[in-house]
């Protein structure tokens, strides 16, 4: 049922959900990242290392032909975290966003190392590990719930009102309509007011 | 397959579309450049007006699938949406970041029939309005042109007409009404 | 003000680590300038992350893959297999509990015709090759090896430009610093112009510039003259 369209190149083949009700615990892991920061724990970090390992290593496997190199993978990504937990800021980011930078960078590295012969270890410059931070909210208005912007548009003479909501809605415009057919506009504006009333009435009242 | 329903995100925007109507759209809002990228594993997303009265007739949207995208000249991500079918959306919640999600089903619409009557007027018409558009020109890059539940519907997503009375044409209006008003008003016959 | 940005479709590659370092290091540069892109990819790393740690993948993943009939048996044998190896990665790595420093890396600098500039962050591991001249133009090579891959810092002295060219491959163009201009209009500091085969232009910087480029094939000069030039395609990129 679920057709997967094709025409924008995705890359997420192992990323797919047939709903949205499977949520992760995102306030689990990032407690579990604290206490590893914190106190070095040992339980944290297993529970950590029993939810991304077993994902981490399927990824990989699509990546990757050889099992060595996919545990490869898993090895170094669970190290970085192991390591670097200290650098998780759970106000940044969540905590799945963390793993995944370090996952993709050491990813990146081993492939590198493999097709260009280089241990250069780019991944953490091109994508920092402590500023992975998740998107902080921009002052984007919604452009289209934002009644203030409707208002404007309302506000502005019925022609350029028009050309502004036809860039979302596709519609023409009755002038361009009248220009279309060769018309003069007042009879286009009869022909719409005599066509939507023969319509009223077959339809009947109900739908006003 | 037709009734199993399907959890999608909605776009509000007053628009429409009926199945095989391609739109151009700007996503610049967190949240709509998220449901982009959710779409593409999802298969889609639904348009739907929030201004639509919901008695006597439910909600509906147009289920859309992006067919192209491009970075605007401002740098403003465009994605180009083709209407793959009408659906009636049932049960709608709010997820991450007030992202609504809805379940549908899919609504069985005459615009997705074919045939191949030729409809001279309204095609030729609806063919000159196209290349006298670039952007609809660009948008269509297959024009149905000989099949007429193709341009009627066409014709009903371009007129100025109000959208309530457009509305009327998803649940309770036929092909027959559809083509005799778009008639009425491009060429004067009834 | 920034004018030409990556698309989308590059953006995703980026983020899940599918580019050559050449274009990754080149969506860094630009992503560092502009705000826009930056929150673009913050976005897609969020989502994809979220979708790579789901649980319930393993039955759709399978619709993705098959090519390779390996992804399906998860056998119990694995499992176990997976749970002894998974249990002896655990030990190993919390052996030792000293943890990372980070260094953060200090910017490098390069002078071309006197005139020095600050490098982006992103470079500063990165090897160069010899300066070489031909004109108003200097370029030295990132050493990346990636094969049909070039990778360069490009130069163009105050009045200077790259004769008509196409290529068959593609040429990026990030610009570092300065501005230079071709039929289509002005770029400045900051821009990411992508352009494939198809294209020929004829760069001009009236002040001067510094470009990152990658392109994947030499150059050809496609005007009268500048056939003659066709050697120095191989020069410059």
Redesign the interface.
């Given at each position: 049922m679920v057709a997967i369209q094709t025409n924008l190149p995705t890359h997420v083949s192992h990323a797919k959900s047939s709903s949205m009700t499977d949520k992760i615990d995102h306030t689990q892991l990032s407690a579990w990242l604290k206490e590893v920061a914190d106190a070095r724990c040992k339980i944290a970090f297993t529970h950590l290392f029993k939810f991304f390992a077993p994902k981490i290593q399927r990824i990989a496997r699509s990546k990757f032909p050889n099992e060595a190199q996919s545990h490869e993978v898993v090895q170094d990504t669970m190290s970085n975290v192991w390591r670097k937990a200290h650098l998780f800021d759970s106000d940044k980011g969540a905590a799945t966003t963390w793993v995944y930078t370090i996952m993709r960078n050491v990813t990146f590295d081993i492939l590198r190392k493999i097709k260009s012969n280089r241990e250069d270890n780019l991944s953490d410059d091109i994508w920092p590990i402590a500023e992975s931070a998740a998107a902080e909210e921009q002052p984007y208005e919604d452009h289209l719930e934002n009644k203030q912007l409707l208002r404007v548009i309302e506000a502005l003479p019925e022609t350029q009102q028009e050309v502004v909501k036809g860039f979302y809605l596709m519609e023409m415009s009755q002038e361009q309509l009248a220009n279309h057919l060769n018309l003069p506009l007042g009879t286009i504006k009869s022909r719409l007011r005599l066509a939507l009333a023969k319509l009223k009435v077959h339809l009947g009242e109900d739908n006003d | 397959?037709t009734n199993?329903t399907?959890?999608l995100p909605i776009?509000?925007?007053?628009?429409?579309?009926l199945p095989g109507?391609i739109?151009?759209?700007?996503i610049?809002?967190?949240k709509y450049?998220?449901m982009v990228?959710?779409?593409?594993?999802?298969?889609?997303f639904i348009i739907s007006s929030?201004k639509q009265q919901h008695e006597?007739s439910s909600r509906w949207g147009s289920w859309v699938?992006?067919?192209?995208?491009?970075?605007g000249?401002?740098?403003v991500?465009e994605i180009d949406v083709k209407c793959?079918s009408l659906v009636e959306l049932t049960m709608v919640e709010s997820?991450i970041d007030n992202l609504q999600?809805a379940s549908i089903s899919e609504i069985n619409h005459w615009s997705e029939k074919q045939s191949s009557t030729h409809l001279i007027l309204l095609s030729e018409?609806l063919l000159?309005?196209f290349e006298?558009n670039d952007l609809?020109n660009d948008l269509y890059s297959s024009k149905l042109i000989n099949n007429p539940y193709w341009v009627v519907s066409r014709w009903l997503?371009?007129?100025?007409?109000?959208h309530?009375?457009k509305?009327?044409f998803v649940f309770?209006?036929s092909y027959v009404?559809a083509k005799k008003?778009v008639n009425?008003?491009?060429s004067?016959e009834? | 003000m920034i004018k030409h940005h990556p698309k989308f479709e590059l953006l995703e590659a980026f983020v899940n680590g599918d580019l050559p370092a050449s274009l990754s290091i080149a969506i860094t540069i630009h992503a560092d300038m502009c705000p826009l892109c930056q929150q673009k990819i913050l976005q897609l790393t969020e989502q994809v992350a979220e979708q790579s740690f789901e649980e319930d993948v393993i039955s759709l993943d399978n619709l993705d893959n098959l090519d390779s009939s390996s992804h399906f048996d998860i056998s119990i044998d694995d499992d176990l297999e997976s749970d002894a190896l998974f249990d002896s990665m655990i030990s190993n790595i919390t052996f030792s509990e000293d943890v990372a420093e980070v260094v953060k890396p200090t910017d490098k600098s390069v002078t071309f015709k006197d005139k020095t500039y600050v490098l982006p962050t992103v470079l500063s591991n990165i090897g160069f090759g010899k300066t070489a001249n031909v004109g108003k133009l200097s370029r030295s090579r990132l050493q990346l090896n990636e094969d049909e891959i070039h990778t360069n810092l490009l130069h163009i002295n105050a009045g200077g430009g790259v004769p008509a060219h196409t290529h068959k491959g593609f040429e990026l163009t990030v610009l570092l610093d300065g501005s230079f201009t071709d039929h289509e209009g002005e770029y400045n500091k900051g821009d990411f112009i992508m352009l494939d085969g198809t294209f020929t232009h004829t760069p001009v910087s009236e002040n001067g510039c510094l470009c990152y480029t990658v392109a994947n094939d030499a150059l050809h000069f496609t005007q009268g003259i500048n056939k003659l030039l066709n050697p120095i395609g191989s020069f410059i990129y």
């Amino acid at each position: 049922m679920v057709a997967i369209q094709t025409n924008l190149p995705t890359h997420v083949s192992h990323a797919k959900s047939s709903s949205m009700t499977d949520k992760i615990d995102h306030t689990q892991l990032s407690a579990w990242l604290k206490e590893v920061a914190d106190a070095r724990c040992k339980i944290a970090f297993t529970h950590l290392f029993k939810f991304f390992a077993p994902k981490i290593q399927r990824i990989a496997r699509s990546k990757f032909p050889n099992e060595a190199q996919s545990h490869e993978v898993v090895q170094d990504t669970m190290s970085n975290v192991w390591r670097k937990a200290h650098l998780f800021d759970s106000d940044k980011g969540a905590a799945t966003t963390w793993v995944y930078t370090i996952m993709r960078n050491v990813t990146f590295d081993i492939l590198r190392k493999i097709k260009s012969n280089r241990e250069d270890n780019l991944s953490d410059d091109i994508w920092p590990i402590a500023e992975s931070a998740a998107a902080e909210e921009q002052p984007y208005e919604d452009h289209l719930e934002n009644k203030q912007l409707l208002r404007v548009i309302e506000a502005l003479p019925e022609t350029q009102q028009e050309v502004v909501k036809g860039f979302y809605l596709m519609e023409m415009s009755q002038e361009q309509l009248a220009n279309h057919l060769n018309l003069p506009l007042g009879t286009i504006k009869s022909r719409l007011r005599l066509a939507l009333a023969k319509l009223k009435v077959h339809l009947g009242e109900d739908n006003d | 397959m037709t009734n199993k329903t399907t959890n999608l995100p909605i776009f509000p925007l007053d628009v429409f579309l009926l199945p095989g109507g391609i739109t151009r759209l700007r996503i610049f809002e967190a949240k709509y450049l998220k449901m982009v990228g959710l779409s593409s594993t999802l298969g889609g997303f639904i348009i739907s007006s929030n201004k639509q009265q919901h008695e006597p007739s439910s909600r509906w949207g147009s289920w859309v699938e992006i067919i192209n995208f491009d970075n605007g000249d401002d740098g403003v991500l465009e994605i180009d949406v083709k209407c793959k079918s009408l659906v009636e959306l049932t049960m709608v919640e709010s997820e991450i970041d007030n992202l609504q999600f809805a379940s549908i089903s899919e609504i069985n619409h005459w615009s997705e029939k074919q045939s191949s009557t030729h409809l001279i007027l309204l095609s030729e018409s609806l063919l000159s309005v196209f290349e006298n558009n670039d952007l609809l020109n660009d948008l269509y890059s297959s024009k149905l042109i000989n099949n007429p539940y193709w341009v009627v519907s066409r014709w009903l997503e371009l007129l100025p007409i109000p959208h309530d009375v457009k509305h009327n044409f998803v649940f309770n209006s036929s092909y027959v009404e559809a083509k005799k008003l778009v008639n009425s008003i491009i060429s004067k016959e009834i | 003000m920034i004018k030409h940005h990556p698309k989308f479709e590059l953006l995703e590659a980026f983020v899940n680590g599918d580019l050559p370092a050449s274009l990754s290091i080149a969506i860094t540069i630009h992503a560092d300038m502009c705000p826009l892109c930056q929150q673009k990819i913050l976005q897609l790393t969020e989502q994809v992350a979220e979708q790579s740690f789901e649980e319930d993948v393993i039955s759709l993943d399978n619709l993705d893959n098959l090519d390779s009939s390996s992804h399906f048996d998860i056998s119990i044998d694995d499992d176990l297999e997976s749970d002894a190896l998974f249990d002896s990665m655990i030990s190993n790595i919390t052996f030792s509990e000293d943890v990372a420093e980070v260094v953060k890396p200090t910017d490098k600098s390069v002078t071309f015709k006197d005139k020095t500039y600050v490098l982006p962050t992103v470079l500063s591991n990165i090897g160069f090759g010899k300066t070489a001249n031909v004109g108003k133009l200097s370029r030295s090579r990132l050493q990346l090896n990636e094969d049909e891959i070039h990778t360069n810092l490009l130069h163009i002295n105050a009045g200077g430009g790259v004769p008509a060219h196409t290529h068959k491959g593609f040429e990026l163009t990030v610009l570092l610093d300065g501005s230079f201009t071709d039929h289509e209009g002005e770029y400045n500091k900051g821009d990411f112009i992508m352009l494939d085969g198809t294209f020929t232009h004829t760069p001009v910087s009236e002040n001067g510039c510094l470009c990152y480029t990658v392109a994947n094939d030499a150059l050809h000069f496609t005007q009268g003259i500048n056939k003659l030039l066709n050697p120095i395609g191989s020069f410059i990129y």
